[in-house]
């Protein structure tokens, strides 16, 4: 627990001074020792530590007249953080003399009920340190150390200091850069293969004709309407130089009402009035013509049990068991059934289609383009002749990354579901900074591959919106993913997920959250193993050193690593380091510039 000193010392300080004066009597040679020896402690998840270790008090250390006091407090350089609850003993003649001032002065001790009585100082004594200290935030390369008085106040003077505990984390290092750096988010480099561009489409003309003709007659309905929206759609088919019909199939549906034989024949002459209607609009030529075929088929009475069952008519019923118990007879059967029903010619006048159904369906190749040259060229004249991979192979081709960007942005609004120009396009926003655009533009694509959800997820880490990124990452199942979830578990310090996330990729990172668990002899073998040499790397084996008292390892590896700049700074003040921060070659290291 974190003690608040303003409060307590003042009152111990009057206290000793009541109790014959600070008295600090003790044996030069005698220094109180601990077990363990000075260790690495590990904040948890609520930035905690846990401490159980044990002072071995030397006899004589203290008069018979004192309190010893024992103080943990954390250190950042030379500055006290935080100071927690103190260890008290009081000797024999001391605590006489506080029971006589409790009864003559009626003053209170408040630490009383924790103090140790001892009966004689003359013998050595063990002393043990148990709790769980809250530490500030950004406490990380901080130390514990104990401040140890013989005055019975513990501000007066101090007789000791010792090097309890470093605070280290070496996880921190994984934070802002590094930690966005270190997601995974690759740029995907697909390769180019040269496909035929086959594009098809289909429309439906609804025409009206006089009864039993086959003419077109655009003041009828909306025939001129309907004629144009078709002439719109395949006219540029027809016109453009870079494609290839295969072909235009004009398809009439005949009627359901009336006889099938007679109904087909009028259904495909409609058809061929409307082919050729085509043919005199677009003037096209003898050789094309023979790709735009007309035919017929039978609409079937699904289209007015449809209509019926929309409209909520109880009549539907009936219809559906005619045609359910005459699927497999024609039209004309099924119509003799339906016209004998009551309600015939309430179907005749409210659901018999007026308009007269014209299919068209069509095909066509536009040519690809195979060469860098070619791509780029055709580029900037007919982007919307260019499929999927010849786009992508375009954005590789630019050289800079606006120009990247907007071919990607191009590829995403013709093909929205390319999850290789959305991924690197996302790099791409990140790499400039523009972490809010990325996720913008991933969260309104139409669907989301595991991919894009890691995309989305590095993004919104890159814009400082940690928990939604683990919430997204959690719902995923790549590695790509599973490592990411790591990194940033491990940012939160749930070193023990982080760890099993990790732990199959054995990198450096995973190397960091393994020394976060104090599991160094661990960590040693993982970084022997890489042949990773970076600054980061170099500083994880430097810390590993240090924990394995290595000295020579130590320096090598440090001195590697002090060649980055942010590294070399946090290395003068790690507390892991601490044994070595007096020594000439540390210095000379950590303060090089």
Request: positive net charge; contains cysteine; charged residues 25%.
């Amino acid at each position: 627990m974190k003690l608040n000193k303003c409060h307590i010392a003042p009152f111990i300080a009057l206290l000793s001074f009541s109790l014959a004066g600070c008295a600090p009597h003790r044996q030069a040679s005698r220094t109180i020792s601990r077990t363990p020896d000075f260790c690495t402690v590990i904040p948890d998840s609520s930035n905690r530590i846990e401490m159980d270790l044990t002072f071995h008090i030397p006899s004589h250390y203290f008069s018979r007249r004192s309190r010893l006091v024992i103080t943990p407090r954390l250190m950042q350089k030379d500055t006290v953080q935080e100071e927690y609850m103190p260890l008290i003993v009081d000797a024999p003649i001391y605590d006489k003399k506080l029971k006589r001032l409790k009864v003559l002065e009626n003053h209170t001790d408040p630490q009383e009920a924790r103090a140790l009585k001892l009966k004689k100082t003359s013998s050595s004594f063990d002393l043990p340190y148990k709790a769980t200290l809250q530490l500030p935030d950004k406490a990380d390369q901080a130390r514990l150390v104990a401040f140890v008085s013989t005055d019975g106040c513990g501000e007066c003077s101090s007789v000791d200091t010792i090097e309890v505990a470093a605070i280290s984390n070496p996880a921190s290092l994984l934070k802002g850069d590094v930690l966005r750096k270190s997601m995974q988010l690759p740029y995907i480099e697909p390769e180019f293969v040269a496909r035929p561009k086959l594009l098809k489409g289909s429309g439906i003309a609804n025409l009206q004709f006089v009864i039993n003709c086959s003419d077109i007659n655009l003041s009828l309905g909306n025939n001129e309407r309907e004629l144009n929206d078709m002439l719109d759609k395949l006219s540029p088919i027809l016109k453009d130089t870079l494609a290839t019909l295969n072909f235009i199939r004009i398809t009439g549906m005949a009627s359901a009402d009336g006889p099938l034989a007679f109904n087909t024949v009028l259904a495909q002459k409609r058809a061929a009035a409307a082919r050729w209607w085509l043919i005199m609009q677009l003037d096209i030529p003898w050789k094309k013509r023979q790709n735009i075929t007309a035919s017929s088929q039978p609409i079937g009475w699904e289209p007015v049990l449809a209509a019926m069952t929309a409209d909520g008519n109880p009549d539907s019923a009936s219809v559906k068991n005619i045609l359910r118990e005459y699927a497999f007879a024609n039209d004309d059967v099924q119509e003799h059934h339906i016209r004998s029903l009551s309600c015939w010619n309430s179907i005749k006048k409210n659901y018999l289609q007026k308009d007269r159904k014209v299919k068209y369906e069509y095909s066509y190749n536009i040519k690809g383009f195979t060469t860098d040259d070619e791509l780029l060229d055709m580029y900037h004249k007919r982007p919307d002749a260019f499929n999927e991979e010849e786009l992508l192979r375009v954005a590789s081709l630019k050289k800079e990354s606006e120009e990247q960007a907007e071919v990607y942005q191009t590829i995403i609004r013709r093909f929205p579901h390319s999850e290789t120009a959305a991924n690197n396009l996302a790099v791409l926003y990140l790499d400039a900074g523009k972490a809010d655009e990325a996720c913008k533009m991933l969260e309104q694509l139409p669907t989301r591959s595991p991919k894009i959800q890691n995309a989305l997820a590095v993004s919104h880490t890159h814009a400082g919106n940690y928990e939604k990124s683990i919430e997204l990452l959690q719902a995923s199942d790549s590695p790509e993913a599973r490592y990411n979830l790591g990194l940033l578990q491990a940012r939160r310090r749930n070193f023990h997920e982080a760890y099993r996330l990790l732990r199959p990729f054995a990198d450096v990172n995973t190397a960091l959250v393994a020394l976060s668990l104090n599991r160094t002899e661990e960590t040693d073998t993982l970084l022997a193993a890489l042949k990773d040499r970076s600054p980061i790397a170099e500083y994880a084996r430097a810390l590993t050193a240090a924990r394995q008292k290595k000295h020579d390892k130590f320096y090598r590896h440090l001195g590697n690593a002090c060649r980055d700049t942010a590294l070399r700074q946090r290395a003068a003040n790690e507390a892991e380091f601490l044994p070595y921060s007096r020594e000439e070659a540390f210095q000379v290291l950590v303060n090089r510039q």
